[in-house]
């Protein structure tokens, strides 16, 4: 059973342009968290999907940011314009409804240049 | 809002030693994780703890919670350079059961075991 799995690992951006980050949960999750860890900061909660619904966004910037957890396919989380301080990584976790542990994919290091 | 403050912010021991690192909500906790997080990798779930007074293992780690779901301690025995790595607490401050399992996290503490 694959863990959960997140890519690119690593992505380069320059200042303007848009990053996309990819989640693929555990197999039979729908439930699907996104993390983001600044540097010399601990993890902070920004967003909560189900399959097709934003469940909680409160973390997410209310600019530029946007995620989504289509029926098929990955969570995305996209960032338009990005700027330096959106350098982070960032981290999806997913579990399964009525189980109460989280499990974290590898992460996404995302450099803005 | 809720906080979680960690401590030690960071630890070296020698390899054998015994350690705790420990974690401090300012709010009763509906549920309390603990991870380990390698340099420049994702999180490993170590434990996680509900019940006030609660004590798990794994190997050579333990978790407790306090009876007033307020505290918890993680304590390493035999300490081993595979121990070495980030160790997080997470904490669930649901009210109420509930879906969002959204988790507020400390700073982490930094763990070196010298062989």
């Known amino acids: 059973n694959a863990g959960v799995m997140q890519n690119p690992r690593h992505l380069v951006r320059r200042r303007g342009q848009e990053a996309r980050l990819r989640c693929s949960p555990m197999?039979?999750?729908?439930?699907v968290y996104w993390y983001r860890q600044l540097p010399e900061e601990g993890l902070k909660f920004m967003v909560y999907?189900?399959?097709?619904?934003?469940?909680?966004e409160s973390g997410m910037p209310k600019e530029r940011f946007s995620a989504e957890f289509p029926k098929e396919g990955p969570s995305i989380l996209r960032i338009q314009q990005v700027v330096r301080g959106d350098s982070a990584a960032y981290f999806c976790?997913?579990?399964?409804?009525?189980?109460?542990?989280?499990?974290f994919g590898p992460g996404t290091r995302l450099l803005v240049l | 809002s809720q906080e979680l403050e960690q401590s030690p912010q960071s630890l070296i021991v020698q390899e054998g030693k015994n350690l705790t690192i420990n974690c401090t909500s300012s709010?009763?906790?509906?549920?309390l994780y603990w991870y380990k997080q390698k340099y420049g990798e994702g999180l490993i779930f170590l434990m996680m703890?509900?019940?006030g007074g609660e004590e798990k293992s794994h190997e050579k780690i333990t978790a407790k919670l306090d009876e007033k779901k307020q505290q918890s301690s993680l304590h390493i025995t035999a300490s081993q350079p595979s121990h070495a790595g980030i160790y997080l607490c997470?904490?669930?401050?649901?009210?109420?059961?509930?879906?969002?399992?959204?988790?507020?996290w400390g700073l982490g503490t930094s763990l070196a075991v010298n062989p």
């Open positions: 976790a997913s579990f399964k409804g009525g189980q109460e542990t989280q499990y």
């Open positions: 197999k039979g999750h729908s439930h």
């Open positions: 999907l189900q399959k097709e619904n934003i469940i909680d």
């Open positions: 709010k009763t906790l509906y549920g």
């Open positions: 703890l509900q019940k």
């Open positions: 997470g904490a669930d401050g649901r009210t109420q059961a509930g879906n969002n399992r959204k988790l507020i």
